[in-house]
């Protein structure tokens, strides 16, 4: 099973689409299995993103991020990375194919709603950015059997 890391950026939540877009993803058989709500301060932000410190939108990614509250979410399911991404669409709503996240519910480049990791390796640091070991919770076996019948 592969973990991934979620945010509902801070137009999600003021937009009170975080239900919608946590619903999207459990639906496809992602199982929330961390969350938390937080106000990023500048120092995460700019590590979280440090892969783009040297772009243009550098500094207004990292206001956006800080602006106000969001979602943090570690799912959990059969590429996860993957199946995320795919629900979440391309980066730029506009060019986001219909029916993913972005493309329905975004509205441009800066406010589109979700980050989600893009490959397991960035998963596994922005999950530890993120959250203790201790407060990722699995489901117990008596869960999936009472689940599963
Ligand atoms: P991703 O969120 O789809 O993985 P990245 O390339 O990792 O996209 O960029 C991180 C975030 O930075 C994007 O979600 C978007 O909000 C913002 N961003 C990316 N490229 C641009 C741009 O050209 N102008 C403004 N903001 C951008
Ligand atoms: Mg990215």
Redesign the pocket.
């Known amino acids: 099973m592969e973990k991934t890391l979620i945010l509902v950026k801070p137009d999600g939540v003021q937009r009170c689409l975080a239900g919608e877009i946590l619903a999207r993803l459990e639906k496809r058989g992602l199982k929330i299995v961390a969350l938390k709500m937080l106000r990023m301060d500048r120092a995460l932000a700019e590590r979280h ?1 440090a892969v ?1 410190r040297e ?1 243009p ?1 550098f500094n ?2 990292v206001n956006f991020i800080t602006s106000g509250p969001i979602i943090a979410a570690v799912l959990e399911g059969e590429k996860a990375v993957e199946s995320a991404r795919q629900s ?1 669409g ?2 730029d709503p506009k060019k986001a194919a219909p029916g993913t996240i972005r493309a329905d519910l975004g509205i441009n ?2 406010h ?1 709603l979700i ?2 990791s ?1 490959s397991p390796e960035n998963a596994a640091t922005e999950i530890a950015t993120f959250f203790e070991p201790e407060e990722i919770l699995g489901y117990t076996r008596d869960i999936d059997r009472w689940l599963t019948g």
């Open positions: 993103y783009h772009k939108f207004d990614l979440m391309a980066t480049m800066e589109n980050h989600g893009d």
